[in-house]
């Protein structure tokens, strides 16, 4: 557990002289201190209520409120997978348990290895990519069991270099086809929405 890095020191000064007011810099700095160790450490808290001139427990107050930081060791490699309603219909639960079995874990456990982290998460807001995922808040879409196992192979190989460990989220940015996104087909038109016709169902 540690304090903000040399380097990551010099990087929050940085993104602090983005803002006009110190304090307003707090969430890009708690990225940056779990990016450093994979989650949020008390000493990093500490650290960046020091440089923007905050109390620890606002820190703590604004780290706790959002679900995607985290404040106990992660594995590198934290697996999200949606279970909102559109996931759900389209086999997320099949999905998780597959998940399970294959990482040897239950939902909200860690691999033994530090490696995998699973989780089941609510809408991640790529509802036409359903069943979808991320990897370290990398999206992973239409995913398949298969498809699922492969993943975690290509990980244990190192192989997937476009998820880094310990990814942050506001680095991402997710990317849907043009002709799957919401509202790209009238309702007027007739024909069956894309993910409709994809999974096999009727009207």
């Not at 990551?8 to 940085?14: T, V």
């Not at 399970?100 to 790529?126: H, M, Q, S």
């Amino acid at each position: 557990m540690s304090r903000l890095s040399e380097e990551n020191l010099r990087i929050a000064n940085e993104i602090i002289d983005r803002y006009p007011i110190r304090k307003s810099a707090l969430i890009p700095l708690l990225h940056l201190a779990q990016e450093q160790e994979g989650w949020v450490t008390d000493e990093a808290m500490n650290h960046i209520a020091e440089i923007i001139g905050i109390t620890p427990a606002e820190v703590l107050g604004t780290c706790s409120f959002y679900e995607m930081f985290k404040r106990q060791p992660n594995g590198e490699y934290q697996v999200n997978i949606c279970h909102g309603i559109s996931c759900h219909l389209l086999g997320a639960d099949q999905l998780i348990q597959h998940a399970e079995e294959t990482l040897g874990i239950r939902e909200g456990e860690t691999t033994a290895d530090g490696k995998f982290t699973l989780e089941g998460v609510e809408c991640i807001a790529a509802c036409t990519e359903a069943p979808c995922m991320q990897v370290n808040y990398r999206y992973q879409n239409q995913v398949t069991e298969s498809q699922f196992d492969e993943l975690v192979q290509q990980i244990q190989a190192e192989e997937k270099n476009d998820i880094p460990k310990h990814g942050s989220l506001a680095k991402v940015r997710q990317k849907i086809p043009a002709e799957r996104m919401a509202g790209f087909q009238s309702i007027n038109e007739g024909s069956e929405p894309v993910w409709l016709k994809r999974n096999g169902a009727t009207k």
